[in-house]
């Protein structure tokens, strides 16, 4: 399977695209048989509509840029996004992602900053049944990060999980193999570490959730059963 991660991270040595690139290509611990490229959105390093279709799978990063910012490179992103749900490319949005899939076919009204940052391990329950989220247990603990949100979905979407700060955790198109998700369950207990140390040198330090208690709250399978099941939709 030839999979395209757009990693939409500014920062080369930043951590989201190695976890989610370790997620994707050993989502439990064994090789998934993916063929992964990795191309970088901020760096105008994206593929052109014509090449996009060599791919079997297309996955979005998360990133530091607010959603709601506008720049020639994320008007290029918005046009792959909408070129990729088009041709029906099985897509996944992660964090920043999950957010520019909403943008993308809903328009700028669609994401705004959310009322209350949420860092940390977030409780998150499901609320409609998906193909992306077949196994999941109706409510887990995952890694959260971000301070924009998805408040309008594109029509015909359906809201697949919510938590408390988060009413869109994670959101599934109609008529397309398309699916958005908030949250980082690629994110482990060593990387949810250096983000809490990170918060915690700024000033004044954010509200963080459950910051001491990753080892009982991680869960590495919950990753593992997304990308499989992306990988079968």
Not at 169 to 189: C, K, M, T
Request: hydrophobic share 40%.
């Amino acid at each position: 399977m030839r999979v395209l991660l757009i990693d939409n991270t500014r920062d080369p040595d930043s951590w989201g695209s190695a976890d989610l690139r370790r997620a994707l290509t050993l989502p439990d611990g064994k090789a998934a048989g993916v063929a992964l490229t990795t191309l970088r959105a901020p760096h105008q390093d994206l593929p052109s509509l014509k090449k996009l279709a060599q791919f079997d799978r297309l996955v979005l990063s998360g990133s530091a840029t607010s959603v709601t910012e506008d720049a020639t490179w994320i008007d290029s992103l918005l046009e792959l996004i909408r070129f990729a749900v088009d041709r029906r490319l099985p897509l996944l949005g992660v964090c920043y992602g999950h957010q520019m899939l909403a943008r993308a076919l809903a328009g700028s009204q669609a994401v705004r900053k959310a009322a209350t940052p949420e860092i940390g391990w977030a409780t998150v329950e499901l609320k409609a049944e998906s193909s992306l989220t077949r196994g999941l247990p109706s409510s887990f603990e995952t890694f959260s990060n971000h301070h924009d949100e998805v408040c309008e979905l594109p029509q015909g979407a359906t809201v697949l999980a919510s938590s408390k700060l988060c009413p869109v955790q994670a959101f599934a198109l109609g008529g397309a193999p398309a699916y958005g998700i908030q949250f980082h369950p690629e994110r482990d207990l060593e990387g949810a570490a250096e983000t809490f140390a990170a918060k915690k040198r700024l000033k004044p330090v954010p509200s963080l959730i459950r910051a001491s208690e990753g080892p009982k709250l991680y869960n590495p399978a919950i990753a593992a059963t997304i990308v499989r099941n992306f990988y079968s939709s």
